[in-house]
């Protein structure tokens, strides 16, 4: 037996004991608790391996509660520095750069293990041995269509592969067709690419057929909101669950339930809120601010006190009937991602439950100018389906907006947008292709 397969399997045996102990306990909080603490112990002795971290006096002293925050642009800046150079290494990827340049990020047999077994912990909720899954992710540099696939293996479902962004190999009419022979019960996509697919789906006059064997659309890649995913439910005609956050640098920290309850995944994150004040606080239901987290299940990029950015809020895990009972975690979005609206602050968040409430629009675009005369502008994209005038649907959401205190000088709807503005994940950021700086 290689040494891949004999890292490979004692991490799946311990993963699995884990499993078991949690699913014994009901996921009760002492018991996860107990949990965080022996994998923390661990963390210390990987961390005296890092050239960033081993040398400062809070990990020198195992004092969790008063080490540094690392921020992004540190990991940024020097990420080999925080990297354990042990030669075990087996995956190398990198992030998207959608927030600054690349960060390379290897990983070990450990890290790909144990971030599978931790997701599909939920995700086997929704995935059942036999079922056919299709991912409509990409599965170069970054990790996110090796973790669908792993934990599809994992949980004995039929995996096909088939983003359809995948020059020469895939692309939209063979989506289409692979749709028709493969018939899946589940999808993983991003929000942007599965509204995208709709849109076109609809020209054809194909949705219904293409749909058919379809029960459930599990987004990821990006961050998607209620009323987007009630909208692609009710096109569906299938159960939409926000299925993952997490990043190339931090692993999976929240998995979604099949109630489409995003839960922290506390046996391998300890999770804070660093609020406004800049003070860190733990992650406790009914608070929110800049999610920092530490990486229980990082053997060759642990972090200690990372902050990811993202504004999350949590709420109490024992209201959703899937009775895992971990918190639940709602992201808002990147903080760096807000825009200022006629002098107030807007988030992605705030904009699509506004705009994807509103069956007759597929998209939008944010269009601002500075200077001495600020404006903005709201482009709506009408359905391909809807034909009547754009004058009381503009007016609609330009009401709501208002309600919100947002005023936008003009609101207007045009047939289609650039595919860009809502092509998902890889093909875009929000802030970078959403918003249009016209000064």
């Given at each position: 037996?290689?040494?891949?397969?004999?890292?490979?399997?004692?991490a799946c045996a311990a993963a699995e004991r884990e499993r078991q102990t949690l699913a014994a306990a009901g996921f009760k909080p002492d018991v996860v608790t107990r949990i965080q603490g022996e994998k923390l112990a661990q963390l210390w002795e990987r961390l005296?391996?890092?050239?960033?971290?081993?040398?400062?006096?809070?990990?020198?002293?195992?004092?969790?509660?008063?080490?540094?925050?690392?921020?992004?642009?540190?990991?940024?800046?020097?990420?080999?520095?925080?990297?354990?150079?042990?030669?075990?290494?087996?995956?190398?990827?990198?992030t998207s750069g959608s927030t600054g340049s690349p960060t390379p990020t290897p990983r070990a047999v450990e890290d790909v293990v144990w971030n599978t077994a931790s997701v599909a912990t939920v995700w086997s909720r929704t995935l059942r041995p036999g079922d056919?899954?299709?991912?409509?992710?990409?599965?170069?540099?970054?990790?996110?269509?090796?973790?669908?696939?792993?934990?599809?293996?994992?949980?004995?479902?039929?995996?096909?592969?088939?983003?359809?962004?995948?020059?020469?190999?895939?692309?939209?009419?063979?989506?289409?067709?692979?749709?028709?022979?493969?018939?899946?019960?589940?999808?993983?996509?991003?929000?942007?690419?599965?509204?995208?697919?709709?849109?076109?789906?609809?020209?054809?006059?194909?949705?219904?057929?293409?749909?058919?064997?379809?029960?459930?659309?599990?987004?990821?890649?990006?961050?998607?909101?209620?009323?987007?995913?009630?909208?692609?439910?009710?096109?569906?005609?299938?159960?939409?669950?926000?299925?993952?956050?997490?990043?190339?640098?931090?692993?999976?920290?929240?998995?979604?339930?099949?109630?489409?309850?995003?839960?922290?995944?506390?046996?391998?994150?300890?999770?804070?809120?660093?609020?406004?004040?800049?003070?860190?606080?733990?992650?406790?239901?009914?608070?929110?601010?800049?999610?920092?987290?530490?990486?229980?299940?990082?053997?060759t990029r642990p972090l200690l006190r990372y902050a990811t950015g993202d504004i999350g809020g949590v709420l109490p895990g024992d209201g959703c009937p899937c009775g895992l009972g971990l918190p639940v975690l709602t992201i808002h979005g990147r903080a760096s991602?807000?825009?200022?609206?006629?002098?107030?602050?807007?988030?992605?968040?705030?904009?699509?439950?506004?705009?994807?409430?509103?069956?007759?629009?597929?998209?939008?675009?944010?269009?601002?100018?500075?200077?001495?005369?600020?404006?903005?502008?709201?482009?709506?994209?009408?359905?391909?389906?809807?034909?009547?005038?754009?004058?009381?649907?503009?007016?609609?959401?330009?009401?709501?907006?208002?309600?919100?205190?947002?005023?936008?000088?003009?609101?207007?709807?045009?047939?289609?947008?650039?595919?860009?503005?809502?092509?998902?994940?890889?093909?875009?950021?929000?802030?970078?292709?959403?918003?249009?700086?016209?000064?």
């Amino acid at each position: 037996m290689s040494n891949f397969h004999r890292r490979s399997a004692a991490a799946c045996a311990a993963a699995e004991r884990e499993r078991q102990t949690l699913a014994a306990a009901g996921f009760k909080p002492d018991v996860v608790t107990r949990i965080q603490g022996e994998k923390l112990a661990q963390l210390w002795e990987r961390l005296d391996g890092s050239p960033r971290y081993r040398d400062l006096p809070h990990v020198r002293a195992r004092d969790f509660a008063g080490a540094p925050v690392t921020e992004k642009q540190e990991v940024k800046a020097d990420p080999f520095g925080f990297v354990r150079d042990d030669g075990s290494h087996v995956r190398y990827y990198e992030t998207s750069g959608s927030t600054g340049s690349p960060t390379p990020t290897p990983r070990a047999v450990e890290d790909v293990v144990w971030n599978t077994a931790s997701v599909a912990t939920v995700w086997s909720r929704t995935l059942r041995p036999g079922d056919r899954v299709a991912s409509l992710l990409p599965s170069d540099v970054v990790p996110v269509g090796d973790l669908v696939a792993s934990v599809a293996e994992h949980l004995d479902c039929m995996l096909l592969r088939c983003y359809p962004f995948a020059q020469g190999m895939c692309d939209w009419d063979r989506l289409e067709e692979l749709f028709s022979r493969f018939r899946p019960d589940h999808v993983f996509v991003a929000p942007g690419v599965m509204l995208q697919w709709t849109r076109l789906l609809k020209q054809r006059g194909r949705l219904d057929a293409v749909r058919e064997s379809l029960r459930t659309a599990l987004l990821l890649g990006e961050v998607s909101t209620a009323p987007m995913r009630a909208r692609l439910a009710a096109l569906w005609d299938c159960r939409v669950i926000d299925a993952s956050y997490g990043s190339t640098e931090t692993g999976t920290i929240g998995a979604g339930c099949e109630h489409d309850r995003m839960h922290l995944l506390l046996p391998a994150h300890i999770a804070e809120l660093r609020g406004e004040d800049g003070a860190i606080r733990p992650a406790r239901p009914g608070d929110t601010g800049e999610l920092v987290t530490t990486t229980l299940n990082n053997h060759t990029r642990p972090l200690l006190r990372y902050a990811t950015g993202d504004i999350g809020g949590v709420l109490p895990g024992d209201g959703c009937p899937c009775g895992l009972g971990l918190p639940v975690l709602t992201i808002h979005g990147r903080a760096s991602d807000a825009v200022s609206v006629a002098g107030r602050p807007i988030s992605v968040e705030n904009v699509e439950s506004v705009v994807y409430a509103v069956p007759e629009v597929t998209g939008y675009l944010i269009q601002l100018r500075g200077g001495d005369q600020p404006a903005a502008r709201l482009v709506l994209e009408r359905d391909v389906d809807f034909t009547g005038p754009p004058e009381p649907v503009a007016g609609r959401i330009r009401a709501r907006f208002a309600e919100l205190g947002v005023t936008w000088n003009s609101v207007v709807l045009v047939n289609q947008l650039p595919a860009l503005t809502k092509a998902g994940a890889s093909q875009k950021n929000w802030k970078r292709t959403n918003v249009e700086w016209l000064d």
